[in-house]
């Protein structure tokens, strides 16, 4: 790395991880990140749910005063799926060593995919115990889900955390935290990928799915916006997989293919059957 790349580079931004403190309990840009996308997202799903013309015969699956109760079902499976999912993908030699930091939450590492197949089983569970066809309360959920994906990259580009590749483009940014695993290549200039993601993942997901659930109809046939949910996610995740350093050292991480993309292809293969099965179902 030449001197002449290491200032051209931007200098990233040291924010505080914690946005505030009250004595004792610290409240981090991270907690807030899942807090406005669960928010947001229990707004906009009810908002949904307001909008009788979005649906089959103009008939809600259920009331909006029920999305009290599937956020808090949500919340259990996020933070149960993404933490054991990134347990069991992603660092299951070093959990099996020491297997109390299991619940060691406090110290970060949440996985999307987990988080994501967490959130399935809760909505199943939900639907199963509500009576309601859990392919509409997965599209109603899936809908909002971009929304939180977008504020959880930007808490992640804050944290300096998955961090890009290396660079010699001029928006190129030294991240500290790539010294814990790269000290010997470090300071190198990277792509800030947590931007590129929180715009592909986050921002243009959200505008094609609300294409969908707006213009052409899509939340009269239960699974479509799933399906696509699915699909665009595990491609806006495999193309931000490009810039993405890949996870240290795993065993998926076989050039080009890295772990992120290796979990992307059962997620885009899975869509693209839910989206032909959305299809293939008679309007009722």
């Not at 103009?58 to 933070?79: A, H, M, S, T």
């Not at 213009?215 to 595990?234: I, M, N, S």
Request: charged share 15%; with cysteine; aromatic share 16%.
């Amino acid at each position: 790395m030449t001197s002449q790349m290491i200032v051209l580079a931007i200098p990233f931004p040291d924010i505080d991880s914690v946005a505030f403190q009250f004595g004792p309990v610290a409240i981090k840009w991270y907690g807030l990140a899942y807090l406005a996308g669960l928010l947001l997202g229990w707004f906009y799903v009810r908002r949904l749910l307001s909008q009788a013309k979005l649906w089959a015969d103009e008939q809600p699956p259920f009331v909006p005063q029920k999305v009290d109760d599937l956020l808090i079902y949500i919340v259990l499976g996020v933070l149960l799926g993404g933490r054991l999912g990134f347990v069991l993908f992603y660092e299951p030699s070093y959990y099996l060593e020491n297997p109390l930091d299991v619940f060691a939450v406090w110290k970060g590492g949440m996985s999307f995919h987990g988080g994501f197949f967490g959130s399935g089983v809760a909505i199943w569970i939900f639907s199963r115990r509500n009576g309601i066809n859990p392919w509409s309360t997965s599209d109603l959920c899936t809908a909002a889900v971009p929304i939180g994906i977008f504020f959880g990259r930007i808490a992640n580009f804050i944290n300096g955390e998955l961090f890009g590749r290396p660079t010699t483009m001029p928006w190129g940014m030294v991240f500290p935290e790539a010294k814990v695993h790269y000290a010997a290549v470090e300071p190198t200039p990277r792509h800030p990928s947590q931007l590129y993601e929180a715009v592909l993942e986050g921002l243009v997901l959200f505008i094609v799915l609300r294409l969908l659930t707006h213009r052409y109809g899509a939340l009269k046939r239960p699974g479509l916006v799933t399906g696509t949910f699915l699909v665009g996610y595990a491609l806006a995740r495999s193309i931000a997989e490009l810039f993405r350093e890949p996870h240290y050292a795993h065993s998926l991480n076989i050039e080009p293919l890295t772990v992120g993309i290796a979990y992307s292809i059962p997620m885009f293969l899975l869509g693209l059957f839910v989206i032909y099965f959305a299809r293939t179902q008679s309007l009722k």
